[in-house]
């Protein structure tokens, strides 16, 4: 299967997610998850017309970007982000999700005044409490919230999650529903209900994520192909 009939199928199964919950598959952004797939690749991706292509590498994203491969579609950071890199990704990128850190959140703000711009941002929960996983505890969100609103040069615009590794089919899907009512509340009590983007769900489990009211999936593999960490 190539890269455009990946796309069609997945948006396909977006559309009987989003269907079977009620809503409407316009209002669901399929973001490709680029990681480890060249600037062909991404190419192909666009041109097959998805919403927008995500990164996990500064550098990686540096290299692709040089040679042009994201024109045509937004590109999204959507990786663990060191602060010292900060400067490398803020301008160049319409959207942040994975912010997970206080400091982050002041870094990107001060990178952001420096340029003159305001940069949209998510911030990122650690649903599932894990060590090995960046993120807001659950408990910490909301505040987090409402330091992101103090910051003239940030635009939160919703939150993002990666939960555990499903051990069952549907295993997540609790998961996804603590995280659309942490989404919920923070959009009703500090933003007029209207915070814009909830990222959440991957290849194994974006439906689930639909069901549950993502308004953006996050998908590589099964876009891209699996990925071979043996370069
Ligand atoms: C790689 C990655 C994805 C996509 O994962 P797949 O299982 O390949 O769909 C989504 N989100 C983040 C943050 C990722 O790093």
């Not at 987090?144 to 939960?163: D, N, Q, S």
Request: proline content about 4%; overall charge negative; charged content about 25%.
């Amino acid at each position: 299967m190539s890269i455009a009939e990946n796309i069609q199928a997945i948006r396909q199964r977006m559309a009987a997610a989003a269907a079977a919950a009620g809503r409407d598959p316009k209002e669901i952004w399929l973001v490709g998850a680029s990681k480890m797939n060249d600037a062909d690749a991404c190419r192909e991706a666009i041109a097959a017309g998805i919403d927008a292509l995500g990164e996990n590498r500064v550098q990686e994203m540096l290299g692709k970007y040089a040679e042009g491969a994201y024109e045509g579609a937004p590109l999204h950071f959507i990786g663990h982000l060191q602060r010292n890199k900060v400067r490398q990704v803020v301008g160049k990128v319409s959207l942040i999700h994975s912010v997970s850190s206080l400091p982050l959140l002041e870094e990107i703000d001060h990178q952001a005044e420096k340029l003159g711009l305001v940069q949209e941002i998510l911030l990122e929960v650690n649903i599932g409490g894990e060590e090995s996983k960046s993120g807001f505890a659950p408990e910490e969100i909301f505040s987090a919230a409402e330091r992101a609103k103090e910051l003239p040069h940030v635009a939160m615009e919703g939150l993002m999650t990666i939960p555990p590794v499903e051990q069952v089919p549907h295993g997540n899907l609790p998961y996804f529903q603590e995280v659309y009512r942490l989404f919920v509340d923070i959009s009703r009590k500090l933003y007029d209900n209207k915070l814009k983007y909830l990222s959440m769900g991957m290849s194994d489990d974006f439906e689930d994520a639909i069901a549950a009211g993502a308004t953006m999936v996050r998908v590589g593999s099964a876009i891209f192909g699996a990925r071979n960490y043996n370069g």
